[in-house]
């Protein structure tokens, strides 16, 4: 099952954290949606997931709200 969490508003690192959280109880191989405001989400996100071993399938901006696609590794 597929999760989504509006983080909107939010400042680093508290995005990060609370998508760490969620992932942890998420079986391998499913999505998680983030959607955020926090400009530096990006960086954030990409470095998260080099080193957890998630796979950052989609990240995008539209009028300053960002929204990462996130596949738990295994």
Do not use: H
Request: with cysteine.
């Amino acid at each position: 099952m597929n999760q989504c969490l509006d983080l909107k508003g939010l400042k680093c690192p508290l995005p990060v954290l609370r998508a760490k959280k969620a992932l942890r109880g998420m079986a391998p191989g499913t999505e998680l949606e983030v959607i955020a405001t926090d400009p530096g989400s990006v960086s954030d996100f990409r470095a998260f997931c080099e080193v957890t071993g998630n796979a950052l399938l989609e990240s995008t901006e539209t009028g300053g709200i960002f929204t990462y696609r996130i596949r738990k590794g295994a």
